[in-house]
């Protein structure tokens, strides 16, 4: 089974590619929307994820209330430096989530289904997973965002 030291790792890298990636492109570009449909520029995507983390991981599993609004997240913009400190903040933020929790614990609400997220009941595990499967999916979006926008 997978340790929380090891879960942790895996949520690392795809978060250090993402910040890397913005970090490369600078304000300007990270705040730009490739010129294909339904993209979203690798600030805002970058800017979801950290909504995923604090909905998923802080309101569902640790019971923080949330005032998540999915849909702007995907029009967010602002600075890299702001973007990549809030980053860093949410990181930690899920570590401590995830070692106060019990995996395979029930979940005390489900998600809205609106939230597209797995199409059954998840248990704290399961919303973990969800989380990193989130973080690895939109990673490799902001790759190839940011092969469009800018030859590396």
């Known amino acids: 089974m997978l340790t929380p030291e090891e879960y942790l790792a895996f949520v690392q890298r795809a978060l250090d590619g993402m910040i890397r990636i913005v970090e490369e492109l600078g304000d300007d570009l990270a705040n730009t929307v490739p010129a294909i449909p339904g993209a979203n520029s690798p600030y805002a995507t970058l800017h979801h994820c950290l909504g995923v983390m604090e909905y998923w991981g802080g309101h569902l599993v640790s019971g923080r209330p949330s005032t998540r609004d999915r849909e702007s997240e995907f029009t967010a913009a602002?600075?890299?430096?702001?973007?990549?400190?809030?980053?860093?903040?949410?990181?930690?933020?899920?570590?401590?989530?995830?070692?106060?929790?019990?995996?395979?614990?029930?979940?005390?609400?489900?998600?809205?289904?609106?939230?597209?997220?797995?199409?059954f009941e998840l248990t704290v595990g399961g919303t973990f997973l969800h989380i990193y499967e989130e973080l690895a999916q939109h990673h490799g979006q902001m790759e190839v965002a940011a092969d469009l926008l800018s030859p590396r």
């Open 78 to 119: 602002g600075t890299v430096t702001g973007l990549v400190a809030r980053t860093r903040d949410a990181q930690s933020t899920l570590a401590e989530d995830l070692r106060r929790a019990d995996p395979r614990a029930e979940l005390p609400v489900q998600p809205p289904a609106s939230f597209l997220g797995p199409d």
